[in-house]
Nanobody, 128 residues
Framework: QVQLVESGGGLVQAGGSLRLSCAAS????????MAWFRQASGKEREFVAAISWGGVSTSYADSVKGRFTISRDNAKNSVFLHVISLKPEDTAVYYC?????????????????????WGQGTQVTVSS
């Protein structure tokens, strides 16, 4: 059974930082793009950041550029999101996602429909 399990969320003050982790099991994702999405209460799920399976390409939503950094460790079948300078508007459930295997090492899709595997999410709450 394929699973993506997020961790590292919590309550943090504005300006603070967190490191979100996503551990995958059940298959290797070394040929999959991986990403983070988030969904605030009452809003649609939105793209946050993606990293290609080769790690050579990353993409970020404009709202998080310069504050969020995505990385991966294929040996550990994991992806991470380091977030700094958090704002109240960053409050959301953060989801880890992975694509099916891709032939393109630079592939970093931005749409939820391009991702096959999803975690259950971890809550991030930023207080003002």
């Amino acid at each position: 059974q394929v699973q993506l399990v997020e961790s590292g969320g919590g309550l943090v003050q504005a300006g603070g930082s967190l490191r979100l982790s996503c551990a995958a099991s059940g298959r290797t994702f070394s040929r999959s793009a991986m990403a983070w999405f988030r969904q605030a209460s009452g809003k649609e799920r939105e793209f946050v950041a993606a990293i290609s399976w080769g790690g050579v390409s990353t993409s970020y939503a404009d709202s998080v550029k310069g504050r969020f950094t995505i990385s991966r460790d294929n040996a550990k079948n994991s992806v991470f999101l380091h977030v700094i300078s958090l704002k109240p508007e960053d409050t959301a459930v953060y989801y880890c996602a992975a694509t099916s295997d891709s032939a393109r090492a630079s592939y970093t899709p931005l749409l939820p429909r391009d991702y096959t595997y999803w975690g259950q999410g971890t809550q991030v709450t930023v207080s003002s």
